[in-house]
């Protein structure tokens, strides 16, 4: 099981650290935020240091469709009645500014970048449609009703936004890191004020930035509160359809579509991390049915982290960390949200202002109905008994038989049938008895 980004992708690699060593900056993570993060710092002149347990873009970076998109499903017309008008427009403001940026980067790099429109389709609810329409005239941004005719099967029509983008994400990522201050095999065991401990070294810093997908200190923010993890999936096809753009559906059990070069990437069959959901055999089912003469050629699954509003996490990690600072929640839109993160973040350490910093602020309030779901879902797992238990907060571990793995249900850490961990905020194998 490898996505197809790897297949012909040489990303560059970097020694572990091997002495203690300072730093203003320490970027923990080395997928797409942290070494977005890292490039804009480096551009802007800021001291900084990137570590990486592993290697660079091992985790869920690698496991993207890579769109680049400001259209993240039927969103707006919630966000309108959650954080209002003037949020909601800088909500979708800083999201284009991302797009942007990637246009204008991606000009001077071979990533098989290309401009494509992004198209959120409904199959039977026409009114959903009409109502993020409304949202967006709100808004003030450009789009347009369109028909499906390069799907294969009938809508109701679809929401378009033009000029946005895909691409290939670890070509893109093997170009901009070259020169980055990086370590891989760099494996941060604990964290104490201004002190990075690991095994090689320790190192010492002003400003922290958390970029490891899931945030691993427990102590501040109440991210496992904040969070939980959807898991989901992907099959890419030969011999099948060319689309004029990216596709989505706005059900939460949908499918999505986009081409890279002569291959058909059809993504979905999601569920929350430790559930049951469709997986790799409901779109098998669904190209069976839809390009029977096609060839599934790459196989793989990603995981997201979902936050308590649909807005993602950006900014201080608490308001008792001021000098510490985290990016994630992506909602399934890491591409994007990467960059926007990137640029949030270097201003800020910079010295500067960001606009966008209040839409996105970590510490904004947590009551909201998905509080309760997370809640109930740890309490109820905490309870059951269950010889393998997480390491991270020590709920009931469910098998994945889809995957051959151990996952947690409450916040997403995953482990192999071994133990090994695979997926964090866990930050260790589980213990063998």
Not at 226 to 255: F, P, T, W
């Amino acid at each position: 099981m490898s996505s197809i980004w790897i297949k012909d992708t040489t990303l560059p690699h970097f020694n572990p650290l091997n002495t203690n060593i300072k730093t203003d900056v320490l970027i923990l993570g080395g997928g797409i935020s942290g070494i977005l993060c890292a490039y804009f710092l480096q551009k802007k002149g800021i001291d900084y240091i990137l570590v990486e347990g592993q290697t660079i873009c091992s985790g869920i970076t690698k496991n993207t469709t890579a769109k680049i998109t400001s259209q993240h499903g039927l969103i707006y017309h919630k966000l309108l009645k959650t954080i209002g008008l003037e949020k909601t427009q800088l909500y979708l403001e800083a999201n284009q500014n991302a797009v942007k940026k990637y246009f204008e980067l991606c000009k001077n790099i071979d990533c098989d970048f290309e401009k494509k429109p992004s198209y959120v389709y409904s199959c039977n609810n026409r009114k959903k449609l009409e109502k993020e329409a409304d949202a967006l005239t709100k808004i003030g941004f450009p789009f347009h009703f369109a028909e499906t005719p390069s799907l294969p099967f009938p809508t109701v029509g679809a929401i378009c936004f033009e000029d946005q983008a895909q691409f290939h994400p670890l070509k893109f990522i093997s170009q901009i890191a070259q020169n980055l201050n990086i370590y891989e095999h760099t494996f941060v065991k604990e964290l104490t004020e201004n002190l990075a401990i690991t095994n090689q070294g320790n190192i010492s810093y002003q400003h922290l930035i958390v970029t490891t997908h899931f945030p691993i200190d427990n102590k501040h923010g109440l991210y496992f509160l904040k969070m939980y993890q959807h898991r989901s999936y992907v099959i890419a096809l030969k011999h099948a359809a060319q689309l004029n753009g990216m596709y989505i559906d706005e059900a939460k059990q949908g499918l999505s579509f986009r081409n890279y070069k002569d291959f058909l990437l059809i993504g979905g069959g999601s569920h929350r991390s430790g559930k049951k959901g469709g997986n790799w055999q409901e779109l098998r089912t669904f190209a069976k049915k839809y390009y029977p003469l096609a060839v599934e050629t790459f196989h793989w699954a990603t995981q997201d982290c979902m936050t308590l509003d649909q807005v993602p996490y950006i900014g201080l990690y608490s308001k008792n960390m001021s000098q510490c600072y985290v990016a994630t929640g992506f909602q399934k839109w890491g591409m994007t949200t990467s960059m926007l993160s990137a640029i949030l973040l270097s201003d800020l350490l910079a010295g500067g202002e960001n606009s966008y910093t209040s839409v996105f602020r970590p510490s904004r309030t947590i009551l909201r109905p998905q509080l309760f779901l997370n809640s109930w879902e740890a309490i109820t797992n905490l309870l059951t008994i269950s010889k393998k238990r997480c390491p991270h907060l020590g709920c009931a571990l469910k098998w994945n038989p889809a995957e051959h793995s151990w996952d947690c249900p409450c916040h997403g850490s995953r482990f192999t049938e071994d133990g090994i961990l695979l997926d964090n905020p866990a930050n260790g194998n589980l213990k063998q008895k």
